[in-house]
């Protein structure tokens, strides 16, 4: 999601990877398609798309492993699409893990903690095995961040908390 114009898909291409690299803005997908050709990256490494990253996300047709979000800005809201994810999916499906690298804007204040707050937020639970580091400084109060997890498998099934509280009472 977000790939721009490749600065992430691009060398795990390169490292044989199979990347799907998806952003909605036309101008950075013609130059993410020029940059595949200019690194001579073979085409069954990667496939570029140019559409919304929740339709991406939710009609690609295949397993997802790993998804990086590299849009600091808005990616955490984002975070709503792995709701559901795998409600009503094929069987084998729903007990595939996704790794999760989404980038944040955090105040400097306590950077680590909001940017988890802000993935609890949308996600509605814990992430798991989450941890978050500093990418850089962005502006005297501005950390940019970037908050790795795996998406529960509850919210990928979209079973809330408070759905399990009710059927277990």
């Not at 691009?10 to 990877?17: E, Q, V």
């Not at 979000?69 to 007990?95: C, K």
């Not at 798991?128 to 998406?151: D, G, I, Y």
């Amino acid at each position: 999601m977000f790939c721009g114009i490749g600065p992430f898909a691009l060398p795990l291409a390169k490292k044989g990877c199979r990347v799907h690299a998806n952003d909605l803005n036309p101008e950075s997908y013609k130059w993410l398609l020029k940059n595949v050709s200019l690194n001579r990256i073979p085409s069954q490494h990667i496939t570029c798309y140019n559409c919304d990253g929740r339709e991406f996300v939710r009609n690609f047709a295949g397993p997802i492993d790993h998804v990086i979000m590299n849009l600091p800005a808005s990616a955490t809201h984002f975070l709503d699409v792995f709701r559901g994810l795998y409600s009503g999916s094929d069987v084998g499906m729903e007990h595939r893990t996704i790794k999760v690298f989404c980038y944040h804007f955090a105040p400097t204040e306590a950077p680590e903690s909001s940017t988890l707050a802000a993935v609890r937020e949308v996600l509605g639970c814990e992430p798991e095995n989450a941890s978050v580091h500093l990418v850089r400084k962005t502006a005297p109060k501005t950390w940019m961040t970037c908050a790795q997890f795996t998406v529960p498998i509850e919210v990928l099934r979209d079973e809330s908390v408070s759905k399990k509280t009710k059927v277990d009472s």
